[in-house]
Nanobody
Framework: QVQFVESGGGLVQPGGSLRLSCVAS????????MAWYRQAPGKQREMVAS???????NYSDSVKGRFTISRDNGKNTMYLQMNSLRPEDTAVYYC????????WGQGTQVIVSS
């Protein structure tokens, strides 16, 4: 069974940075497009970035130029470097395959506040 474990969240001031990590069990990293998602309070979950097996990336307009997604297939690990954080980036962040249905992990909380 595939599981996703996110880490690296926390409280950060506006303009600050955080680096999220995602470890997946199984062989998903070497086979599928991976993505980061987030869910803010009272809002629907949205995809913020995705990355193919070969490393091609795509970002939502809300994070483009500020967030960077990367992956290390050998370590079954994906990252999200978040810079210039804004209060509206406050959310629980999740990682998962983009196109294949698996259960969601617990996520990692990011709070951007002064």
């Amino acid at each position: 069974q595939v599981q996703f474990v996110e880490s690296g969240g926390g409280l950060v001031q506006p303009g600050g940075s955080l680096r999220l990590s995602c470890v997946a069990s199984g062989s998903v990293f070497s086979r599928y497009v991976m993505a980061w998602y987030r869910q803010a309070p009272g809002k629907q979950r949205e995809m913020v970035a995705s990355i193919t097996v070969r490393g091609s990336t795509n970002y939502s307009d809300s994070v483009k130029g500020r967030f960077t997604i990367s992956r290390d297939n050998g370590k079954n690990t994906m990252y999200l470097q978040m810079n210039s954080l804004r209060p509206e980036d406050t959310a629980v962040y999740y990682c998962k395959t983009r196109d294949v249905t698996y259960s969601w992990g617990q996520g990692t909380q990011v709070i951007v506040s002064s």
